[in-house]
């Protein structure tokens, strides 16, 4: 069965490494500032003992004050796996920097998220609805749209 | 001698043979080898997520058996197991071991339709899905005895199953639990050398380990990389 890392152990080294990163770590995640995602998702990666070279699933959350994104990490090495979290705020152009510069299988989750949540991920190479038809209007899975 | 051909773009699908989940794909083909694939994803889509944001928790159940019509039982199982987790709710142990056994079982059926319907889309027409329908079938039967459905099982609750199993169900899992590996060595006689499959899938459209793991392949993808 694969361990599931303690967010807060992983999160004391992060803030270490990255000061002021890290927003709060619990035992079951990590929130992280979202100008250190694509640094600390590198990070994450390529430390030999971290080794987080697979990339399970991305998703959002809508709490209306702001979205949240959730990243959840396996190493197929060590198995081990943990929850990373940021949150992007603003309705009208929320945007996050890309990771599919490290794992490609976050291209069509993230125009998963674009489609249906409707936050922007730059540096994609390739962002477009992947669900819906282009010129849809709205991003249904927000709260707000009914 | 080679003789080149200039790539062209055709479009595969929606209406495609194998339309088991619709979907498109705009394929480059340069010959008869494919050089660029772009997939056009939607004509399934639903908006579940969204139809059951306004349902109560136990109203999402039946939802989740038709999110993937050969894991009805798989479907229930994972939704259920969160919802339990999120409200902190026991489960029975007997409820326990059932959910076990139908989640097996619900493996086997799928696996039995997935292989069947490859092999079918590779051009060995029927006989072989046959031989995998009779044992698929079977299990089809045993979900018919517990919960009175052959495709859409609405099994699970929050907090167990909605009934126990009747008698004769133990017997006839007994059975088919028997007869299985006689089954597998079956299938494993017209497959593992049967031409039409070898030839349209060894060596082909391979998917490096590395690139595999970074796309984020999984299950009998991620396997079959290595």
Known sequence: ?146 | MAIRTEPFVINMGPQHPSTHGVFRMRVTLDGEVVIDLEPVFGYLHRGIEKLVEGRTYTQIIPITDRLDYAASMSNNLAYVLAVEKLAGIPVPERAEYLRVIMAELQRIASHLLGVGSFLNDCGAFFTPFMYMWREREKIVDLFDMVCGQRLTYNYMRIGGVSHDVPDEFLVALDKFVKSMPHFIDEYDQLLAENEILLVRSKSVGILPKELAINSSASGPVLRGSG
């Open chain 1, 1 to 146: 069965m694969t361990l599931a890392l303690s967010g807060k152990e992983v999160g004391t080294g992060l803030e270490e490494k990255f000061p002021g990163s890290i927003v709060e770590s619990s035992q079951d995640s990590i929130l992280v500032k979202s100008e250190f995602l694509l640094p600390v998702a590198t990070y994450l990666k390529d430390t030999p003992e971290l080794d987080f070279n697979y990339l399970a699933s991305v998703t959002a959350v809508d709490y209306y004050d702001y979205f949240e994104v959730v990243y959840h990490l396996t190493s197929l090495p060590h198995n081990h796996s943990l929850v990373l979290k940021t949150r992007c705020y603003g309705r009208d152009n929320p945007s996050l920097p890309s990771v599919v510069s490290l794992w490609r299988g976050a291209d069509y989750q993230e125009r998963e998220v674009y489609d249906l949540m409707g936050i922007s991920f730059t540096g994609h190479p390739n962002l477009k609805r992947i669900f819906l038809w282009e010129g849809f209007e709205g991003h249904p899975l927000r709260r707000d749209y009914l």
